[in-house]
Nanobody
C-alpha cells in the first residue's frame, strides 16, 4: 500500500501561482511513477502531468504546457506540481497518483494509488 496526501491548494487570482505537494508513505517511493490529475466541476478526471520514478523525465498535458511543472524529491518521498499563470479554467480538485511502473502515463485507470485531492480555485 502507498498512502498519498496532497496539500497546497487554495484560492488564487488569475495569473497567480500555487505549488501543490503530495507526500507519500508506505512502500518505496522511488519505485513508483507519479502523476497529477484534476477534476473540475461537471467534468471528467483529466491528466495534468507525470514524472518517471527516477524524476528524469516529465510529461505535461497540452493545456498546462509552459505553465505547470512537475518534479519529485525521492529523498523526501514527495512529488510537486508548480502551477504558474493560473487561469479560471484550472479550477478543479487536484489529485496525485502512483503507479508501480517506470512511467505512469496519462490514463488515470492505470494508476494504483490515489490521494484524497486538494481544491484549487482560480478567480477571474
Amino acid at each position: 500500500q502507498v498512502q498519498l496526501v496532497e496539500s497546497g491548494g487554495g484560492l488564487v487570482q488569475a495569473g497567480g501561482s500555487l505549488r501543490l505537494s503530495c507526500a507519500a508513505s508506505g512502500r518505496t517511493f522511488s519505485n513508483y511513477a507519479m502523476g497529477w490529475f484534476r477534476q473540475g466541476p461537471g467534468k471528467d478526471r483529466e491528466f495534468v502531468a507525470a514524472v518517471t520514478r527516477s524524476g528524469t523525465d516529465t510529461f505535461n498535458a497540452d493545456s498546462v504546457k509552459g505553465r505547470f511543472t512537475v518534479s519529485r524529491d525521492n529523498a523526501k518521498n514527495t512529488v510537486y506540481l508548480q502551477m504558474n499563470s493560473l487561469k479560471p479554467e484550472d479550477t478543479a480538485v487536484y489529485y496525485c497518483a502512483a503507479r508501480d511502473s517506470y512511467y505512469g502515463g496519462s490514463r488515470y485507470e492505470l494508476y494504483d494509488y490515489w490521494g484524497q485531492g486538494t481544491q484549487v480555485t482560480v478567480s477571474s
